[in-house]
């Protein structure tokens, strides 16, 4: 199957449980891989072939930025049904990261993988 990355996108939101992070907005890193069929674009050359990365991109981040979730597993499934609503998406793979959350350690986080039909 063909793949689609979206590499390291930073949003700024409420993401978190203490009580600091739920005023402050924070970074928060997504990466993203949009399993597709990518054979028709690859002949035609026509974006309408493919799933245009930059629409998704805006997506969610305009979701993680306004999402308020308490947990980066509930954003990360919130994250992976939206790209999902693309029925030419067969299959996603999210991971969600804080950096610096936890002491000595560059980010923490967690990744899903969900199907269409799931």
Not at 66 to 89: F, H, M
Request: net charge negative.
């Amino acid at each position: 199957m063909d793949k689609i990355l979206i590499n390291d996108l930073v949003a700024r939101g409420i993401i978190g449980v203490n009580e600091d992070e739920r005023v402050k907005p924070q970074e928060i890193c997504i990466n993203v891989v949009l399993y597709v069929d990518l054979r028709a674009a690859g002949e035609s050359d026509d974006l309408d072939e493919s799933v245009s990365y930059s629409a998704v991109a805006k997506k969610l981040l305009a979701h993680a930025e306004t999402a308020g979730r308490l947990t980066v597993e509930a954003l990360a499934a919130d994250l992976a049904r939206l790209c999902l609503e693309d029925p030419r998406v067969r299959k996603v793979q999210v991971r969600v990261e804080k950096p610096q959350a936890v002491r000595f350690a560059r980010s923490v986080g967690v990744e899903i993988e969900r199907a269409r039909g799931e």
